[in-house]
């Protein structure tokens, strides 16, 4: 029976479950995927039923969700089949901010608050125009964003804006509008002749080792590692194309662009 709005949603990405609380719609919310670490509670207080790119389909189907929730074609499998059992899915699948505050409204009418998904939204929109007209330095620091350590993977869409929104300049750009990571692998040749004065990584679940970075064969002319501005970002802060990263982690590029210590260490 489908219900509106529903009462029992899966939230298989992290960005729609902290969406759902900040609308104080937590509640309809039955299970998560693993990686939902926002807010704090949801470990304690939410099943799991899966990874990112897998799901315990069984335990889904035993929550009698009304609605699933899933992120870009990497979750394609799982919508496919969740589907052919007769559950309601919406595929979310925003690569840029546009497409973040797009979720946001669009999500608060599937549960019917659209004038507080809309609040929460204009809130973001209105602090992301503020900083990017803020008065900064002619010269603008060159950024390099890994998404990926081997083969290096340079940012998606909304980190790339991000950059820029804190007052940086994304060496590689260019290749923000990618649809998959595949496309935005590089050679380590091209990080070098871009010469980024800072250095982001984000390694989509596992830890940085800045030292490994450092040490990779002609790094040490890059202008960022011979300054030690190699800075660790947690994936969950700016990996997860939500509320978090247009909060905690514009705050931690904002953090080791403008005022972080000139040190290879985490920016949290």
């Known amino acids: 029976m489908t219900r509106f709005p529903p009462e029992r949603i899966v939230c298989l990405t992290e960005?729609?479950?902290?969406?759902l609380y900040l609308l104080g719609q937590d509640h309809r919310i039955?299970?998560?995927?693993?990686?939902?670490?926002?807010?704090r509670q949801v470990r304690r207080e939410k099943p799991r039923v899966g990874a990112f790119t897998s799901a315990d389909i069984p335990k889904i189907l035993a929550l009698q969700p009304d609605l699933v929730l899933t992120f870009s074609d990497?979750?394609?499998e799982i919508a496919a089949a969740l589907i052919q059992a007769g559950v309601a899915v919406h595929a979310f699948n925003q690569r840029d901010i546009a497409g973040i505050l797009a979720m946001i409204r669009t999500l608060g009418a599937l549960v019917g608050e659209p004038a507080g998904a809309?609040?929460?939204a204009s809130c973001y929109e209105a602090r992301l125009t503020t900083l990017r007209d803020q008065e900064r330095p002619d010269q603008r620091p060159r950024v390099y964003f890994e998404e990926w350590d081997d083969p290096p993977i340079s940012g998606i869409g909304w980190v790339s804006e991000l950059i820029e929104?804190?007052?940086g300049q994304d060496v590689f750009?260019?290749?923000?509008?990618?649809?998959?990571?595949?496309?935005?692998?590089?050679?380590?040749?091209?990080?070098?002749?871009?010469?980024?004065d800072v250095i982001l990584a984000s390694w989509c679940g596992k830890k940085v080792r800045p030292d490994r970075i450092a040490s990779r064969p002609g790094w040490d002319r890059i202008p960022a590692v011979r300054d030690g501005r190699i800075y660790e970002i947690k994936s969950p802060l700016i990996l997860q194309p939500g509320p978090a990263a247009l909060t905690d982690g514009l705050d931690?590029?904002?953090?080791a662009l403008w005022s972080a210590p000139a040190t290879n260490e985490a920016v949290t």
């Open 118 to 120: 809309e609040a929460l």
């Open 252 to 255: 931690a590029i904002l953090a």
């Open 165 to 167: 929104i804190a007052g």
């Open 173 to 196: 750009a260019e290749l923000r509008s990618a649809q998959g990571a595949k496309d935005r692998i590089l050679d380590p040749g091209q990080v070098i002749e871009a010469a980024p």
């Open 74 to 76: 990497l979750q394609a």
């Open 30 to 39: 039955v299970g998560v995927t693993g990686y939902a670490v926002r807010p």
């Open 15 to 19: 960005e729609t479950v902290e969406t």
